[in-house]
């Protein structure tokens, strides 16, 4: 019998939208979290996916500006689209760069870890029961977020894309670079006086981790009491605990460095 207080985990496909929004294989990606939320993670040998309604930033999944020339019934449906997509589109969010990053370790995880894989990793570990028909509710696509002006406007198209209002965001948030596993749940969407509400706040998707993650990095000048957890966390989840990495950045001066090469010369 399933326990009650267990979240459902869901077993879906990773599909390739073969576009150009897709990451290579080898794009190196980071996903910067406390010691909780990676204790959580690897539990569920999941990923957890919040829906875009549930996130900080409330023009999540907008479109552009309609132009000047729509009417207010347009700019009216334009807006209803958008609130109900926010109800219905589930993201995993990751950082995509070669290296580590000072901004985001001071966002997102200053007293905590980062796991960093490949993109190609990534999707492989989510890819569960491939399908020449995948069915789109059991389906998990990938991509990179394109960062808009919000003076940006564009002509209003007949259908609305979900996946790629997924995809955007403000150039206010660029320095995340960020890269997301998408979910497109349509049943999630219940209307209470006509105004969409999302059913679940978020979603629990099965993730072979122990085959994604290539370094479990702890953050700038972490305690050692935290790489013993974490190292400690490893052993218990099957992973190998030579995975936990140290900062780079709290190397300071490289070695190769002499006092002389430092010192102020008048």
């Known amino acids: 019998m399933a326990n009650p207080t267990e979240p459902e985990i869901l077993k879906l496909s990773y599909v390739d ?17 406390d010691l909780a939320k990676l204790v959580s993670m690897l539990d569920h040998s999941a990923l957890y996916f919040p829906v875009l309604a549930s996130l900080n930033d409330e023009l999540e999944g907008s479109s552009p500006r309609p132009p000047q020339t729509a009417t207010d019934e347009e700019r009216l449906r334009a807006y209803d689209t958008w609130q109900y997509n926010r109800t219905v589109l589930f993201v995993n ?5 070669d290296d580590e990053s000072a901004a985001m370790w001071a966002l997102y995880g200053n007293q905590g870890v980062a796991v960093r894989t490949t993109f190609g990793l990534l999707s492989k570990a989510v890819h569960q029961c491939p399908s020449a ?4 509710d059991l389906t998990v696509v990938g991509g990179m977020v394109d960062y808009l002006s919000p003076d940006e406007t564009s002509p209003l198209a007949g259908a609305s894309n979900p996946i790629a209002d997924a995809l955007r965001k403000l150039r206010w948030y ?3 670079k960020e890269v997301r596993l998408i979910y497109h749940l349509r049943s999630n969407c219940e209307r209470f006086a006509s105004f ?5 706040k978020g979603v629990w998707v099965k993730c072979s981790l122990p085959a994604a993650i290539c370094a479990i990095v702890l953050a ?13 966390v490893c052993t218990k989840f099957g992973l190998d605990p030579s995975l936990v990495q140290r900062s780079r950045i709290e190397q300071g001066v ?13």
Request: proline share 15%.
């Open 174 to 176: 660029d320095y995340e």
């Open 17 to 33: 939208m073969g576009t150009l929004k897709v990451p290579p294989p080898e794009a190196q990606l980071w996903r910067f979290m």
């Open 220 to 232: 700038p000048r972490s305690p050692s009491f935290l790489e013993e957890a974490v190292r400690a």
């Open 254 to 266: 490289p070695s190769v460095w002499t006092f002389s090469d430092l010192s102020i010369r008048s």
């Open 196 to 200: 969409p509400c999302a059913k679940k």
């Open 133 to 136: 028909n995948p069915v789109p």
């Open 93 to 97: 969010c990751w950082h995509q760069s």
